[in-house]
């Protein structure tokens, strides 16, 4: 008899066992898989940064040569055959760029014409001989663009290699060619720019040139002979423009690694990024150990604990233990109190979150052990939990509630509240539940430090080269070739775009993070309107644009944020100038209506298609006409629209295409609603 009662234990046990297996088999080979990816996914990232910040330092040095190349006395010189002058303008600038080494100027058809270098007996005899054979001329000479030449050896020997960047140099006039500019680099300067990119333990960087040949490399010398790599799986991959990221074997170092391989984007080099494997997957394969005997000691210990169950006459017993065990576990604290806050329940994490025992806890009032208050005003704040009890239903802590601890300390906490029913349905108490998030405010207020320091790390070197661009329009005014002129004006109206894009963005983050700050104080809302027309009207006068004002005579003052109500006026009117036709008119109206003040933009410009009108409002919409005119960062009105509604007022418009548009914003008689936050609207 004893035997038959064991079998269907011993089944029932089998059979949380395979479950447990199947389950184990399954998380680990799907915690195998997502892990293997992060590991891949992170080194192919590395590799197209590495990729990219190469890219940029490439651009930057042919931008230098560029420079150079273009200057008109340069050329001039060159057109009449004075090399070694030509020469002395190059070495008088390149002084500035530590990284670029030698500079030579060769005629168009190779033939080496002038040296920054010493003139010694060596360089001389160097002077008129051909390097048409060398990858600089033949890449140069190809089409007459800007070339990044394979890493060479010197001519003349320095103890180290270079990476040449020749320039053709062209006749301002009728863009002749009359020869180049080569710029040379250091391939320690290149190592020196992979060198700050952290891979991992025992991961390293190096770069090929459009042949295969190292330009850097951790293990082998950039000074000696030029090492070609052109064998290696990865290298052989890149040069053809792919990228990706393998375990491959290196034929040459003779090891296995995780390889991520990136082509540098114009210029046919390659970063490729390598890790020994064992190290890569250092972490997964730790984890998966772990794992694996985590399930072993779960499933060996959960099959005991059902085979024990199911021939135990204490179940219920050890169910409890189970369920208080599970209970005091969790990390957030929870407490049961009934009809008179009277506490019930308290587990491990609200003792270690109040700094109160359970036995100094149960029984007594919730009040008297939990504080909670507002941190605007420091008031208690147990209204949630009322509120639960009273209506029946779950109710959240509100934000900014502080929990004063037994010994005084301040903690910030959240979370929620939820009626608990006796078996009739009737509300018997509540379930509190609570945690400490303290290191989440912090967190936030991180997240606020960097949305600053980047306001200030993108706006102000934009915002320095639009004001020296402009300086250099008004003060060099007459001085300027029409070359000239309109190369200053596309830096300033280039830089005028993406300082307008990088506000946009900052404005729509700080939104979407939560920190924008409203704080409004009673302002002069026809007043605001005035500044912000002044400030527009050099773009008024330009298109010849009739400006009709209509302020309702004797406007109460508004409690209002001054720099949020600004920045929407700015950003409508200006919207209503930009796409109203020269000699149209736009209109302003600053009225009472009902419990608003109504402000009303409206323009006989171009309108919004209908079919569009339903995406104004949304992120990166631009209507058909207007990215016709390429005109604005489709940010605008997204921005506006959730500023209005933060603060608790409402934003619509009417539009008709070719007859104009207005759109109407309110703020209420009552003020705008205060928020904290890092910054108002930039």
């Known amino acids: ?93 390149v002084k500035d760029f530590s990284y670029l080494d030698r500079t030579f100027i060769f005629d168009p058809e190779g033939i080496l014409k002038a040296s920054s270098a010493p003139v010694t007996a060596e360089i001389q005899a160097l002077i008129g001989t051909s390097f048409a054979y060398r990858d600089y001329y033949q890449g140069v000479s190809k089409n007459w663009q800007p070339y990044l030449a394979e890493v060479v050896k010197p001519a003349a020997p320095l103890g180290y290699n270079l990476v040449p960047i020749a320039i053709p140099i062209k006749s301002s006039a009728d863009g002749r060619v009359l020869g180049f500019l080569l710029l040379t680099m250091k391939l320690d300067t290149v190592s020196a720019w992979s060198k700050n990119i952290d891979v991992g333990q025992g991961g390293f960087v190096y770069i090929v040139d459009q042949k295969g040949h190292l330009a850097a490399h951790p293990n082998f ?51 490729i990024v390598v890790q020994p494997t064992d190290q890569a997957f250092s972490y997964r394969n730790n984890l998966l150990i772990r794992m694996a005997l985590v399930w072993v000691l779960v499933s060996a210990s959960l099959s005991v604990f059902t085979f024990i169950i199911l021939r135990n006459l204490k179940i219920n017993r050890l169910r409890s233990e ?25 587990n491990k994490a609200a003792s270690q979150i109040t700094e109160y025992t359970a036995p100094e806890a149960l029984g007594k009032n919730f009040k008297d052990v939990v504080k909670l208050i507002k941190a605007s005003d420091k008031k208690e704040d147990i209204s949630f939990i009322e509120s639960a009890i009273n209506k029946g239903e779950s109710q959240k802590m509100s934000s900014g509630t502080l929990l004063i601890t037994k010994t005084g300390r301040e903690l910030t906490v959240a979370d929620s509240c939820a009626p608990i029913f006796s078996p009739s349905g009737k509300v018997s108490g509540a379930i509190i539940v609570f945690r400490d998030i303290s290191k ?172 569009q009108q339903d995406k104004v409002f949304t992120k990166l919409f631009r209507a058909d006409n207007v990215m016709q005119r390429g005109e604005g960062t489709g940010l605008g009105l997204y921005i506006v629209k959730s500023a209005v509604e933060a603060y608790g007022g ?21 003020g705008m609603k205060k928020k904290e936050g890092l910054k108002g609207l930039t």
């Open 1 to 93: 008899m004893a035997k038959i009662l064991k079998l269907p234990n011993l089944v029932l046990t089998l059979v949380v066992s395979v479950t447990l297996i199947i389950a184990a088999t399954y998380s680990t080979f799907w915690t195998y898989e997502s892990l293997t990816k992060f590991t891949l996914e992170r080194r192919a990232a590395i590799a197209y940064l590495a990729a990219t910040t190469l890219k940029e330092k490439f651009d930057a040095a042919v931008g230098v040569g560029i420079s150079f190349s273009t200057r008109i006395q340069f050329r001039k010189l060159i057109e009449e055959g004075k090399w070694q002058e030509a020469m002395q303008i190059v070495e008088s600038g």
């Open 221 to 271: 010398s950039k000074e000696k002979e030029i090492v070609d790599f052109s064998q290696v799986p990865a290298v052989q991959k890149v040069l053809k423009g792919e990228s990706g990221v393998e375990t491959l074997s290196n034929p040459i170092e003779k090891t296995e690694r995780v390889t991520a391989y990136e082509p540098v984007p114009e210029y046919g080099w390659g970063v």
């Open 322 to 346: 189970r369920e208080r065990t599970f209970l005091e576990s969790i990390a957030d604290g929870i407490v049961a109190v009934d009809k008179n806050l009277i506490v019930t329940l308290w």
């Open 440 to 611: 989440e405010d912090e967190l936030q207020k991180a997240k606020e430090e960097f949305l600053s320091l980047i306001t200030h790390q993108l706006r102000t070197p934009l915002t320095g080269i639009k004001g020296y661009s402009s300086m250099l329009l008004d003060g060099l005014d007459g001085k300027l070739n029409a070359e000239q002129k309109e190369d200053v004006e596309k830096i300033f109206q280039a830089t005028e775009a993406n300082l307008e894009m990088v506000t946009a963005m900052l404005n729509v983050y700080r939104m979407e993070l939560g920190a924008l700050a409203i704080e409004p104080v009673p302002s002069d809302l026809v007043k605001i309107s005035n500044a912000v027309v002044e400030e527009l009207s050099p773009k008024i006068k330009e298109k010849s644009l009739k400006l009709k004002k209509d302020y309702q005579k004797d406007l109460p003052k508004v409690s209002a944020d001054p720099k949020i109500a600004s920045a929407i006026l700015m950003n409508l009117i200006s919207n209503s100038i930009k796409y109203t036709n020269a000699g149209d008119k736009v209109s302003i109206t600053i009225a009472k209506k009902d419990q608003d003040i109504q402000i009303e933009v409206n323009d006989t410009g171009i309108g919004i298609p209908k079919a």
């Open 650 to 670: 409402k934003i619509w418009f009417e539009s008709e295409e070719n007859r104009g548009t207005t759109f109407y914003f309110t703020i209420p008689l009552s």
